[in-house]
Every structure is written in C-alpha cells, then in structure tokens.
C-alpha cells in the first residue's frame, strides 16, 4: 500500500537524559509533520512530560498536525491502532513514527513489537534507535545499569546531551571513548549541536530518501567504525580494563565477513543457531548476503533476540560491494563461537570445527557457552 512501511524511530536514553528535550525541539521542524509519537511507558514511573500533558489513553492532535500519545499496555495495540486510523481515514496521513521509551527500559522488546508482530510487519519498518546519554551522569548510569549499555549498544545513533553542565572536558573525552567502545558503529552527536536535526537522527535505514538508494555501509554503521578505527591508536583514554566498566565488556559489536557468495540454507541455519542457543544475548543483528542462489540481488537480514524481521533482497547491490557482511551487538555471546559457526557456514571451519555437512548433521557440534 501506499506509504507503507512507515518508519519508526525508538528514542531510548536514560531518566533524565533529555529525550523530552531533544524531541520537542526536533518536533518544532516542519520536516516532522505528520509524525506520531508514542510515549511507552511501562509501570508505575511517573511523567511528567511536556508533550503529553493533556493526554488521556487516547491519541491527541498537536496543533502541527503531529500525532501523540501515551501507552501502558501493548506498543503493538496502539501501532495496529495507527494503522487502523489510517485506513479508515480518520487519520490522513502518517509518515513517521517515534516510539520514546522510558528510561529503565531494555529497548530490545520495543524493537521486537516493530519488527516481530506479524500484522505490523508490512505496516511499518524500524529506521533506527536514537540513544540520549546524559554527558555529566553518564559514565555513573553506565556503571550502574545493563540496561544504560544496552540502549548505547543497540543504538545507530548516540546523542550527549547536557554537555554545557560538564566543566571539565577530560570527563566528556572519557566519555565519548566509553561510547565508542561500546558501540563503534554508532553516529556520536552533541544534543546542543545546530546539526544535531531531524537530517542527522532519522533515516538510519537501509534506504535513504534523501539519496532514493540503499547505503549499505551508513546502515551497518561501517562509516562510524572507520572513523573509529583510525582514533582507536591514540593511546588515550579507553574504557578497556576498567573495573568500574564491568557491563561494557559485557557487550561486544562485531563484524562477520565473507567475500563470495553463501547458500541461502548455510545463512538460514546459521542464524537458527544463533538465535536458539543464544537469542537473549544477541542485542541486535543487522546484515547483507551474498547468496549463492542469486548473487546479483542482496538479501537484507535485520533481526533483535530471537526475532528475525523478514529477510528482503534489494533489487542489486547499491555500493558495488559484493559479499556478505554482518554485524553483531552481542551480550555474554562468546565471539570466538560465532565466529567458528560463521566460519564453519561459510566453508572456511578451522582445525578442530566440524564443517557445514557436519554441523547441519549434528547442530550442537560448535559447543556454545
Ligand atoms: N543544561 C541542560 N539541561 C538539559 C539538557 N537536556 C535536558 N536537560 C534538562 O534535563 C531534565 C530532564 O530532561 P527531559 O527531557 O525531561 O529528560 P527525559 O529523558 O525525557 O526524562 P524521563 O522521561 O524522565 O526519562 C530537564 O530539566 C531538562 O531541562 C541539556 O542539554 N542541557
């Protein structure tokens, strides 16, 4: 249908960490018009937003034609619900979603609600995940709960805000280090940065509007881990080793790559397993394959725990760049064991790895943690 997927963005970011803030000045551009936001918000915390005052259970108009409303019960309800609305005419257009979740919240079951629900899949596609970190609680919030982790592991794009209060600056370049330690394939922006608009937080996705393309390399993040890669010898200020940072290491980002094509059975069964026998611990999986079948059309795989969205192909391969890249945000998932599994479906297993014809004989083959 037309419009359809409607992309949605989840603003995620700790108490406090200004994404009321950041949304209200983002929902002042007209390049916002016909947005809805959803406020999630689970239990019994309080709110006190801005936005939402005179919401009920209901879905209010703003007065420039954005949409708004808070949520208790299911995301998936109020999405359908938006759908409907749309359908029926009762509302004319939608362009975009923002999903704010509040603060102590693990992002991983919103994402599932995006991508998992089998009605809402054709209605609507995840852009990407926007993560506010408050610069002067940020490294104590990060010490203190997974979850502050996980919202920065799972993010495509990170957004400090309150940076005016930080006096010292060694604090913020400490920060910015942990960040980019624990996710190096995210965007880092400064909330107060003129720049910092609704161009630089949305469209995360794998087609961009702006360019009417897919950039694969912008969506796995490749451009932002470059980046990294070349400050990474600088000598200063990483997290690694640091006891206080003991949920970073938790978290590991990393890339699969193989550069010829791959049966599409070998990838089926190799994300099978990894979903099985570690769903929980893998945060979120973004990728292209080669497949052997049908080299020339990429199959697109996105997927967060044990979800996998549909797989897509993309009509040709937009860069040029042939072969299959994955990449991974992961939990307490042993990297050596996906890497041997991945090695092992990809026909390169090393020495003492079962290879494919093994594995798909005897699944458990690869001992997992
Ligand atoms: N100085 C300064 N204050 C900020 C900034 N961003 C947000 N604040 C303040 O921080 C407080 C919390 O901001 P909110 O936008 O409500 O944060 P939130 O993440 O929506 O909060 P919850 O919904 O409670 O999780 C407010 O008093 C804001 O005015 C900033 O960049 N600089």
Request: glycine letters at 8%; one cysteine or more; proline letters at 6%.
């Amino acid at each position: 249908m037309n419009g359809f997927p409607i992309p949605v963005s989840v603003l995620t970011g700790f108490l406090g960490a200004g994404k009321t803030t950041l949304l209200n000045r983002l929902l002042k551009d007209p390049a916002l018009a016909d947005t809805a936001v959803i406020i999630n918000e689970y239990g019994e915390v309080a709110i006190d937003h801005l936005l939402v005052e005179q919401a009920s259970d209901g879905i209010i108009q703003l007065s420039d034609g954005c949409l708004c409303c808070t949520v208790r019960g299911e995301l998936v309800d109020t999405l359908a619900d938006l759908v409907d609305r749309l359908q029926t005419g009762r509302i004319a257009r939608l362009a975009r979603v923002i999903v704010e979740t509040t603060g102590l919240a693990d992002p991983a079951p919103v994402l599932q609600s995006i991508m998992a629900h089998p009605a809402l899949v054709q209605a609507f596609r995840l852009d990407g995940v926007i993560t506010l970190v408050d610069t002067v609680n940020g490294n104590a919030t990060l010490d203190a709960h997974v979850e502050a982790v996980k919202q920065v592991a799972v993010a495509d794009r990170i957004v400090l805000s309150k940076a005016d209060l930080v006096t010292d600056p060694r604090e913020l370049k400490t920060l910015r280090a942990r960040l980019r330690q624990i996710n190096p394939g995210a965007e880092l922006l400064d909330a107060a940065d003129t720049g910092t608009g609704v161009a630089a937080l949305f469209d995360c996705g794998l087609y961009n509007p702006a360019t009417k393309s897919a950039d694969v390399r912008r969506w796995l993040g490749e451009e932002a881990a470059h980046d990294h890669d070349h400050h990474h010898h600088d000598g200063h200020d990483h997290a690694h080793g640091h006891d206080g940072h003991r949920h970073d290491q938790r978290v590991r980002s990393y890339s699969l790559v193989h550069d010829g094509p791959v049966p599409f059975s070998a990838i089926e069964m190799f994300l099978d397993l990894l979903r099985s026998a570690h769903g929980e611990r893998l945060l979120r999986m973004k990728g292209v394959i080669e497949l052997s079948e049908d080299p020339s059309r990429p199959l697109v795989v996105h997927g967060v725990q044990k979800i996998l969205h549909p797989p897509v192909q993309l009509p040709s391969w937009p860069d040029g760049q042939r072969g299959t890249r994955l990449v991974l945000i992961t939990l307490d998932m042993p990297e050596d064991y996906v890497r041997r599994l991945f090695a092992a479906f990809t026909n390169r297993p090393s020495i003492d790895t079962p290879d494919r014809a093994a594995l798909e004989n005897n699944p458990l083959a690869i001992a997992g943690r």
